[in-house]
């Protein structure tokens, strides 16, 4: 496989379920970013891993908890979401974190919260 | 703050035509990305730029860095063009993320 995967692709969970989504990059990239796509609104960065260190927090709440074992691998675990929490949520990876580096997209998780 | 403005929000054409995207922001940057997303959710890069003009097969983006505006030119376009464009942006004032615009949302009609 190639590029950057992500699943589940869909994911349907209620405001007391633990669920994680998980993204995958095969490019040998140090960068993953987890950002955050809501109906009408640009997109929003959440949080970035450089080297598997998180660099940035964009004012998250913490019922959102990213992990990254590696720089293949990233997860965010969510836990009692909320309604408004429904989005499609995308990861990216770049070779690093910086101003010069293009960032990849995996196609996306779209979470519905009921 | 960095704000990024497209339009239109959004374009409907007839196949064939020519389409430009335009996207303007309010700081000094030191990159403009063109993004495509299409309605299944996954996003290509489509360019990077920093000044001038780059052309990938029937796209054109240009960037005027002075008077903080970019375009996106689709040539000849087609049905299968029809997605949401989106401009993101970086500042050159510290280590700083993207900013994205809403996108543009096109469709061609055949």
């Known amino acids: 496989e190639t590029g950057v995967t992500q699943t589940p692709r869909h994911l349907v969970m209620g405001m007391t379920n633990k669920k994680s989504l998980k993204c995958e990059q095969h490019l040998g990239h140090n960068a993953m970013y987890w950002y955050k796509q809501s109906a009408k609104k640009p997109l929003e960065l959440m949080f970035v891993y450089n080297f598997k260190e998180q660099t940035e927090n964009n004012s998250v709440p913490s019922r959102f908890s990213p992990e990254c074992p590696n720089s293949s691998h990233l997860f965010l675990h969510l836990h009692t979401l909320q309604p408004e929490d429904s989005a499609l949520y995308l990861c990216a990876s770049s070779q690093v974190s910086g101003p010069s580096y293009e960032q990849y997209f995996g196609p996306g998780t779209r979470l519905t919260v009921t | 703050k960095n704000e990024v403005e497209q339009s239109p929000q959004n374009l409907t054409a007839q196949e064939g035509e020519f389409i430009t995207i335009n996207c303007s922001y309010s700081?000094?940057?030191?990159?403009l990305h063109w993004l495509q997303q299409h309605p299944g959710g996954g996003i290509v890069s489509l360019f990077m730029?920093?000044?001038g003009k780059k052309k990938h097969g029937r796209l054109i983006a240009t960037i005027n860095i002075q008077e903080k505006h970019s375009s996106l030119h689709i040539t000849a376009s087609h049905p299968r063009d029809s997605a949401v464009y989106i401009c993101a942006v970086r500042s050159n004032s510290g280590n700083t993320p993207l900013v994205f615009g809403k996108g543009t949302r096109l469709s061609v009609i055949a």
């Open positions: 700081v000094g940057i030191s990159a």
């Open positions: 730029l920093s000044s």
